[in-house]
């Protein structure tokens, strides 16, 4: 053994990872010099062989003062655990909203809602880990990082080429129990309420409750609501079905894309992009079907009710005479308001050339030098601007305006009790006021004129 061993000592950590030199108390009566070789000699003694600490190798060569020590003279490397696995989501799937200075309270909560084949998530995969080394050269086992535990579930698919996750399927986006699903019907067991807030899926929403005043409904799918709707509003891309009825305070409005199945309307807005079914009355209502309405067990009383094809209904207006109106082949509503549209064309022309008129008068009256004439054709250019404007947009919504549905030639009133006086029938141009009461009968058009004939079977 080394001479050094008489002045010095070496202590290793409990794991092996530092070693540090201390002096004796023979340190200050050494009187040999230290070389490099004898240091060397004292690590090789204790089997000290990696992680030299080279500063403190020179150091101690140079006759440091007793205080100076102990000093660290060899450092390994630890080993580094290899990186868990881990699912990067390309969206938020939390149910929380931006409350923005615009929000509006009753939205308190968002549905994550994806399309199909939209990318989900990308899976990393976990990494191996790099060994380490103690002081004695010993290798020191680095952990592998875990796999990220989520699979693909419910509507879900998993490409290893590219270690992605894909929906196949419209829903609710959600991971659970490790595995990552798409749910295509959104379900509400309860009467929404605050605590759910207004709704806008991709998929079905299906609502065990009612439907409030105030709240939205929305849903890219169908609307199913065991309940009733008061003066809410309910919208979907597919069918809507509501199993009690449309108490909508002149407010409500439910519109589908296909069909529409209530039990009753009651003061309220409903357009099916195909057929309406209710089970029992309408009452008060503006209704449009494009195809057929069917009331067989009910009344329609009040309102307005268009159709492109038929309607069928048990009676039609009241013992009381409640004006009653059924079209055929318009959409009243949008038939009312691109009249409106068109008197307000109309009327924005008739401005127009008034206003054209009255500028090439004043331009005539060399206006440069009167100031207050200048004054007054500025006015008369922004304001034939406005109108322009306004005349362009009016236009505009023209163009996208279409209340026609289906053909009146076509289509037919079918009453199978009752059908009041004071109902009027319209058939696209055509239009005849029922003055008396009728019973089981039926109407269209025949050689250009309503007739109303005896239903047979």
Not at 100 to 105: C, E, Q, T
Not at 161 to 169: K, L, N, Q
Not at 171 to 180: D, F, T
Request: hydrophobic content about 35%; proline content about 3%; some cysteine.
């Amino acid at each position: 053994m080394g001479f050094l061993n008489e002045f010095f000592y070496v202590t290793v950590s409990a794991d092996r990872m530092t070693a540090q030199i201390h002096s004796k108390e023979t340190y200050n009566k050494m009187d040999a010099e230290i070389t490099e070789e004898s240091l060397d000699q004292l690590l090789s003694d204790n089997k000290i062989v990696y992680g030299i600490h080279q500063d403190n190798f020179v150091a101690i060569l140079t006759d440091l003062p007793v205080e100076s020590y102990p000093l660290i003279i060899a450092k390994g490397n630890a080993a580094i655990n290899g990186k868990d696995g881990k699912v990067l989501y390309e969206m938020d799937f939390t149910a929380e909203i931006d409350r923005a200075k615009d929000w509006n309270f009753r939205e308190v909560m968002r549905i994550p809602s994806v399309n199909i084949g939209q990318k989900l998530a990308k899976k990393e995969e976990p990494t191996k880990g790099l060994e380490g080394t103690d002081v004695f050269g010993m290798s020191l086992p680095a952990l592998p990082g875990k796999p990220a535990i989520d699979k693909a579930g419910k509507n879900v698919v998993y490409r290893e080429e590219d270690s992605t996750f894909y929906a196949t399927s419209e829903g609710q986006l959600s991971v659970s129990g490790g595995k990552i699903q798409v749910q295509p019907i959104f379900t509400v067991n309860e009467t929404l309420s605050m605590k759910n807030g207004n709704l806008d899926f991709v998929g079905t929403i299906i609502i065990h409750g009612d439907v409030p005043t105030g709240y939205t409904v929305k849903a890219d799918g169908d609307v199913k609501i065991f309940g009733m709707v008061e003066a809410a509003t309910v919208i979907a891309g597919g069918s809507i079905y509501i199993s009690e009825g449309l108490a909508g305070l002149k407010q409500g409005t439910i519109k589908a894309s296909e069909n529409i199945t209530i039990s009753y309307i009651n003061q309220g807005s409903a357009f099916a992009g195909n057929d309406l079914y209710v089970e029992n009355s309408i009452l008060h209502s503006e209704c449009t079907a494009r195809n057929h309405v069917y009331c067989q067990n009910g009344n329609i009383i009040g309102g307005s009710l268009s159709a492109g094809k038929s309607i069928e209904a048990k009676d039609i207006g009241n013992r009381m005479s409640t004006h009653t109106e059924i079209v055929f082949g318009i959409n009243k509503m949008i038939g009312e308001q691109e009249i409106s549209l068109m008197e307000k064309k109309k009327e924005l022309q008739d401005t127009i050339t008034k206003l054209t008129i009255l500028g090439k008068k004043m331009e005539a009256q060399n206006p440069s030098q009167d100031p207050k004439l200048r004054v007054t054709l500025l006015k008369q250019k922004n304001s034939l601007n406005k109108a322009l404007e306004q005349l362009k947009e009016v236009s505009q919504k023209l163009e996208q305006t279409d209340s026609h549905i289906g053909s009146e030639r076509e289509a037919r009133l079918v009453v199978r009790n009752h059908l009041y006086s004071n109902v009027m029938v319209t058939f696209g141009k055509y239009k005849r006021l029922v003055d008396q009461n009728h019973h089981y009968v039926q109407m269209e058009i025949v050689n250009n004129e309503i007739t109303l004939q005896p239903l047979f079977i």
